[in-house]
């Protein structure tokens, strides 16, 4: 296959020739073979799928919130090629047995997955860490979505194994007894989007995640591991983490929402870590454009309408994000907000980096086909109706993206936003191709 004209994130424009599934040449003036497809990019923007780094897809055991096959469908449709998935599933990723069975679901994706490792009291790492980790994490230093909070010390038994075992750890630094308890009383009821949102920001506080980022990354500079801390939401959580020498990673709603969106969204803007004010979301914003965040991912934590329409204390946490990222991200870049390399590089660079994933990420001779297809000019309203995930609502309603066109896995069309308008690279009448994703640890 032959992309002609592309416009790279960089600036050049380049053609690309695909030899099965890895990218074969990167140059100018390529002329097709005979029999070879040919795909005009003309003034489209070509970038590396992205690979997103934190996504809960909830199978085995909540396959009414989400599947594999929905999720990765939403995957493909948001160009993002790889994704990254989080123990806290049921039975939760904490054996070598309860990883085999995350394994024999995650056989339904249709692009590339990692599958993370996670830490209970009743864990077994020797099992654990006999599979093919991607990482392990997120380790929960407070309780989120599943319950899997654990303590220090374990914590610093599994991050110790985790460096002997060379595996980057993941965390979800929040420090549970800082938490504002008395923000409870507060609540006069409300269900949905009626629900005093504001009071979950109050109750998480700021500061208990700071506090804990520096405790976590100083258990990783005692260990020698490499610490990855999980979307943080705070500039100064940002810095604890920088300044721990840990990795760092910010989903889009901390990215693009803030405490002043919870009127309209209530309980579906509860999340861990929360939704912080405008003043820290601009400079979180700052610090995801200046370089100093190493990553964005999605952090896709979706739960249905029904779940939802619960009290404040009682709705779970957690929004979907795996299809609105890139756009999002992009629509930033049209705006100027954002340089072009600057999202390439949180989305797939960087992440690529970071978990030690050494043919993706870039678009150069002998990486993976993993690619996406946009035209940079073309934002579209973001529609929770219109997104492939299972729960069907997104925080980010009525907001613009940028959207694919076109997105391959490994040398495949997996997503063709207008099907049979290209001689049908995809297999069926919503775009989507039948591609077989791949463990990418195996
Ligand atoms: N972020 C969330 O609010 N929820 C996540 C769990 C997590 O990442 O903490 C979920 O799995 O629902
Ligand atoms: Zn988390
Ligand atoms: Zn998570």
């Not at 960089?10 to 990218?23: A, Q, Y």
């Not at 939760?92 to 993370?116: C, L, M, Q």
């Not at 309209?264 to 929360?274: A, D, F, K, Q, V």
């Not at 109706?385 to 993206?401: A, M, Q, V």
């Amino acid at each position: 296959m032959l992309i002609t004209n592309a416009d790279l994130a960089d600036g050049r424009t380049v053609d690309v020739r695909i030899s099965g599934e890895r990218i074969e040449t990167v140059d100018d003036g390529l002329d097709p073979d005979p029999d070879e497809t040919v795909i005009d990019a003309t003034d489209k923007l070509l970038l590396p799928g992205a690979i997103d780094a934190h996504v809960h897809f909830r199978e085995p055991g909540y396959s009414h919130k989400e599947t594999w096959d929905t999720a990765t469908k939403s995957a493909a449709a948001g160009g993002v090629t790889t994704v990254v998935d989080m123990p806290n599933t049921d039975p939760p990723t904490t054996s070598g047995a309860n990883f085999d069975a995350k394994a024999d679901y995650a056989e339904a994706a249709r692009v590339n997955y990692g599958i993370n490792g996670g830490v209970t009291g009743d864990w077994d790492p020797d099992s654990l860490f006999d599979q093919p980790l991607c990482a392990l994490g997120e380790v929960f230093l407070a309780d989120s979505t599943g319950d899997m909070g654990v303590a220090l010390d374990l914590f610093h038994d599994a991050v110790g194994r985790a460096a002997d075992n060379d595996v980057t750890v993941t965390v979800h630094a929040e420090d549970e007894t800082l938490f504002d308890e008395s923000t409870r009383e507060a609540d006069a009821g409300g269900v949905g989007r009626e629900a005093n949102a504001e009071l979950w920001s109050a109750y998480r506080s700021a500061d208990a995640e700071s506090a804990m980022i520096e405790q976590a990354t100083e258990v990783g500079r005692e260990t020698g591991a490499a610490i990855h801390i999980a979307h943080t939401s705070t500039p100064e959580g940002i810095d604890a983490a920088v300044a721990g020498g840990a990795t760092c990673e910010v989903c889009p709603h901390h990215l693009y929402l803030s405490t002043d969106d919870l009127d309209e969204l209530g309980t579906y803007g509860r999340m861990n870590p929360p939704l912080r004010s405008e003043e820290r979301r601009r400079k979180v914003f700052e610090r995801v454009a200046d370089g100093t965040v190493d990553i964005v991912a999605t952090d896709h934590a979706p739960h249905t309408r029904e779940e939802k329409e619960a009290g404040l204390w009682e709705a779970p946490s957690g929004v979907p994000g795996v299809e609105t990222m890139l756009p999002l991200l992009l629509e930033s870049a049209r705006q100027g907000e954002l340089g072009y390399e600057r999202v390439r590089d949180l989305v797939s660079r960087n992440p690529a980096e970071v978990f030690d994933l050494d043919s993706k990420g870039r678009i150069e001779s002998g990486y993976d086909a993993d690619l996406t297809l946009v035209d940079p000019e073309d934002p579209r309203e973001i529609r929770g109706e219109d997104t492939h995930t299972k729960c069907d609502w997104t925080p980010f309603e009525g907001r613009l993206g940028v959207f694919p066109e076109l997105t391959m896995v490994r040398g495949e069309v997996v997503y063709d936003r207008t099907p049979g308008s290209s001689d049908g690279r995809s297999d069926d009448s919503e775009g989507f191709g039948d591609v077989d994703g791949q463990n990418v640890r195996c």
